[in-house]
C-alpha cells in the first residue's frame, strides 16, 4: 500500500508540474462551488463541465522615458516578443493554459530586432479576491522617437544591449461579489447572466529594472534630456493601492467588461549613470491598472479577446519613467459534461488515485 501511496503521490505531482515548467505561459484558477441564491440569479457556475479552448496571446513589457521641464521629448523602447498559441483547460476546478512562441518573420525581426524574454505568469481568480503575480525579463528593444522620422520598410533604431526585469504581485478585492464576476470575462469559469459592475480595490508590490552597456538614452541627447540622458541602470521598488470600478455590460449572452483603477504608489528609486554616478530617492508617484475584454460566454460555447495592462509612473530628476506590462489574448472553447476522474476536484484527486 505504502508503495502504490508512492507511485500515486508522486505521478500527480509530475504531472502538475510538467504542466508549469512545459514552458513561459501558465494561468491558473481554482474555486469551490457553493449555493448562493442572490449570486445564482447573476452569475452562473459549471461544477459539473470541464472546457478546452486554443488560445492565442502576446505578453509585452515596455518602457518609456520622457523630458520632464519640456514634455516635448520622448523615447519608448518596446520589446519584439512573438505570438503565442496553445491550449487551455478547466479541469478538477484547476484551469491553466499552455502556450509556445510562434516564430517572427524575417521582415518582422529586421524591422523591429528581437526580443528574448521569459515571462512567467500565475492569475489566480475568486468570487471576491484575484491574484496576479509575475516574473518577466526581456532583452532587445526598439526605439520610437516622435521626432525621428523612419521611412517606410526602413529598420526602427534598436537596442539589443538593453535588459528590463518585472517582478511583482497584485491583488484585487471585488466589493459586489454577489452580482459581479471577473471570472466570467477573463477565464470563463462562469457566466454573467445579468448587466453589473463593481468597486474594487487594487494592492500592488512591484520592482522594475532596467539596464544597459551604455546610457540608455544616449550621451548625444544630453541637450534634449539632460543629465538624464546619462542613466545606464534603472531600478524602482513599488507599493501602490489603486480603487476602481469594474462594469459587465451583457446581452443575449454577449459581454463587455472594462476595469479601470488609479491611486497612489510609493516607489524607492535607484539609478546610476554610464560614468559610474550613483544616486537613490523616495517619491510617491501613481500605479494604474486597466483591464477590457470582449466576447460570447453560453452554456457551451465561449470565447472572447482581453487586454490586461498594469503600469507604473516615476520621476528620476528631468527624466520621468512610464513603464508597463500587458496581456493580449484571444481563445475560444466549449464546456464538456465531466466523466469518470474528471468529476473529482483537485483537492480530491491524491484519494481518487489511490482508489478510496
Not at 84 to 89: A, D, P, Q, W, Y
Not at 185 to 201: D, I, K, T, W
Not at 249 to 276: C, E, M, R, V
Request: net charge positive; glycine share 8%.
Amino acid at each position: 500500500m505504502l508503495q502504490r501511496t508512492a507511485i500515486s503521490t508522486t505521478l500527480l505531482v509530475f504531472i502538475l508540474t510538467s504542466v508549469a515548467c512545459a514552458q513561459n505561459d501558465v494561468e491558473v484558477a481554482a474555486s469551490k462551488p457553493r449555493t448562493d441564491t442572490i449570486r445564482s440569479q447573476y452569475i452562473q457556475s459549471f461544477p459539473d463541465h470541464f472546457f478546452i479552448w486554443p488560445v492565442l496571446k502576446q505578453r509585452k513589457l515596455d518602457f518609456e522615458l520622457e523630458n520632464r521641464p519640456s514634455r516635448n521629448n520622448s523615447r519608448s523602447y518596446r520589446s519584439n516578443k512573438p505570438y503565442s498559441f496553445g491550449v487551455g483547460m478547466y479541469l478538477f476546478e484547476l484551469g491553466f493554459e499552455l502556450a509556445f512562441a510562434v516564430p517572427l518573420d524575417e521582415k518582422s525581426k529586421t524591422l523591429y530586432g528581437q526580443s528574448h524574454a521569459r515571462d512567467i505568469q500565475l492569475n489566480i481568480y475568486g468570487k471576491k479576491w484575484g491574484i496576479d503575480a509575475y516574473h518577466q525579463k526581456y532583452e532587445g528593444f526598439y526605439i520610437i522617437d516622435p521626432n525621428v522620422d523612419v521611412p517606410v520598410n526602413v529598420p526602427l533604431p534598436q537596442r539589443n544591449d538593453i535588459e528590463t526585469t518585472n517582478n511583482g504581485i497584485t491583488v484585487n478585492y471585488i466589493f459586489n461579489n454577489k452580482k459581479f464576476s471577473f471570472r466570467s470575462a477573463y477565464n470563463f469559469a462562469e457566466r454573467q447572466l445579468q448587466s453589473s459592475g463593481s468597486f474594487l480595490l487594487f494592492a500592488s508590490l512591484s520592482s522594475f529594472k532596467a539596464y544597459a552597456d551604455s546610457a540608455i538614452i544616449g550621451r548625444q541627447y544630453v541637450n534634449q534630456y539632460g543629465d538624464g540622458a546619462l542613466i545606464q541602470k534603472i531600478k524602482t521598488t513599488a507599493l501602490g493601492v489603486a480603487p476602481g470600478y469594474t462594469y459587465n455590460l451583457i446581452h443575449k449572452g454577449f459581454f463587455l467588461n472594462g476595469t479601470l483603477a488609479i491611486g497612489p504608489s510609493n516607489s524607492w528609486l535607484f539609478y546610476q549613470n554610464d560614468d559610474g554616478k550613483q544616486k537613490s530617492d523616495v517619491a510617491f508617484n501613481a500605479f494604474i491598472s486597466a483591464r477590457l475584454a470582449i466576447g460570447y460566454n453560453g452554456d457551451r460555447f465561449f470565447g472572447g479577446l482581453s487586454f490586461i495592462s498594469q503600469g507604473r509612473s516615476v520621476n528620476f530628476d528631468d527624466v520621468h519613467l512610464n513603464s508597463s506590462n500587458g496581456t493580449f489574448k484571444i481563445l475560444f472553447g466549449y464546456r464538456f459534461r465531466e466523466f469518470g476522474i474528471l468529476k473529482h476536484r483537485v483537492w480530491d484527486l491524491p484519494k481518487a488515485l489511490l482508489g478510496n
